[in-house]
């Protein structure tokens, strides 16, 4: 094994948690298992340029975003490091040049971590298949979620799958906290194309990172019933996704999204991060339900930004909905058309 130098690209999407991961114990292992929706047109694409160093000392990398040198970056990313340093032996033998930009707009509260990490450990992966050819596939997307895992928890989900589970659960036996996989039950075709319409309430950065939301959850009150209770939706999830059981599947999702920020505003300290106009937006798609059949219902993320999710056979009658009346709770009316897609790609 003597790879001296090369490149490799990746583009990795993000993710739309279903059941969320909020707490995690060491070594970012998640206290509740969380499933999730790929995105598609949401991602990251990140190439590392790497190069053999004569004396292999310390991480040696620079990073760069959209073209330009990003310095503020460099700690997570040294962070990552060395935090994979155990599993990836050969880190410290390369220079690397890591240039990476996202598809989404730079400033609209959609989190990059997970696609961002998620591209970054792939290409780190195509270094160890490199050096290790036997590697296949499975091994391959298997140690590229665990390594994403460690930049960043939802990033074990953005390698591989349309449906993705991280988290041992009871009921779905390939799982683990360690690594992401595929959703391996079942899935009807109402779920098929699923859509996720981002509506960018807030654009801005939040004022509470989750690494510090997922700390508050250590002696947290509602701690150790928050975990089960997405266990429980987890489990519930299950039949609902082979049925295609649509109002089932909206009381689970928008519960969850509920549940996950009433874990926010019941910490010590307390925060909030839904504005005025996530709620103009909740009640709008309530009406909009009601008012149509239309099975739209909304998830949120730790942010202010609303997702709402429809089938694709309803696009159509959603995108007039949301012109007419949502697009005035987002701002500059921003939204971002995305839909379930199946991973990440080498390029
Ligand atoms: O991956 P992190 O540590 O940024 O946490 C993400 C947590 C949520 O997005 C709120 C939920 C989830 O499961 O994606």
Request: with cysteine; glycine share 4%; net charge neutral.
């Amino acid at each position: 094994t003597n790879i001296e130098s090369g490149e490799f690209t990746w583009q990795s999407p993000s993710n739309i948690a279903l059941i969320k991961y909020w707490g995690k114990l060491e070594n970012q292992i998640p206290a509740n298992p969380s499933i999730s929706f790929t995105l598609d047109h949401c991602k990251s694409t990140t190439t590392l340029k790497f190069k053999k160093k004569e004396n292999p000392g310390n991480f040696d990398f620079d990073f760069f975003f959209e073209g330009k040198e990003k310095e503020d970056f460099k700690p997570k990313i040294r962070k990552f490091f060395e935090r994979i340093e155990a599993y990836c032996p050969y880190l410290k033998d390369y220079y690397f040049e890591i240039h990476s930009e996202n598809s989404f707009p730079h400033s609209s509260g959609i989190a990059s971590s997970a696609s961002g990490m998620s591209a970054l450990a792939l290409c780190l992966m195509q270094l160890e298949k490199e050096l290790n050819p036997k590697i296949d596939k499975e091994q391959f997307n298997r140690k590229a979620s665990f390594l994403a895992r460690l930049g960043s928890g939802s990033a074990s989900r953005s390698i591989a799958g349309e449906l993705v589970v991280w988290g041992k659960h009871e009921y779905i036996e390939s799982s683990s906290d360690l690594y992401a996989i595929e959703y391996p039950h079942q899935v009807h075709k109402n779920f098929k194309n699923y859509q996720d319409t981002i509506l960018l309430v807030d654009k801005g950065e939040k004022q509470v990172s989750s690494t510090i939301g997922h700390d508050l959850m250590h002696g947290h009150p509602f701690a150790e019933k928050r975990f089960e209770q997405a266990n429980e939706n987890l489990k519930k999830l299950i039949p609902v996704l082979k049925s295609g059981d649509l109002s089932a599947f909206i009381k689970i999702v928008e519960r969850e999204a509920l549940s996950l920020h009433a874990m926010m505003m019941s910490s010590q300290p307390y925060f909030i991060l839904m504005k005025p106009n996530t709620l103009e937006i909740i009640n709008k798609i309530w009406e909009f339900r009601e008012a149509t059949k239309i099975p739209a219902c909304f998830t949120l993320d730790a942010g202010a930004n609303v997702h709402l999710l429809y089938p694709d056979k309803h696009k159509d009658e959603v995108l007039e909905f949301i012109k007419n009346e949502l697009v005035v709770y987002c701002q500059n009316a921003h939204y971002i058309c995305d839909q379930v897609g199946d991973g990440a790609k080498k390029l």
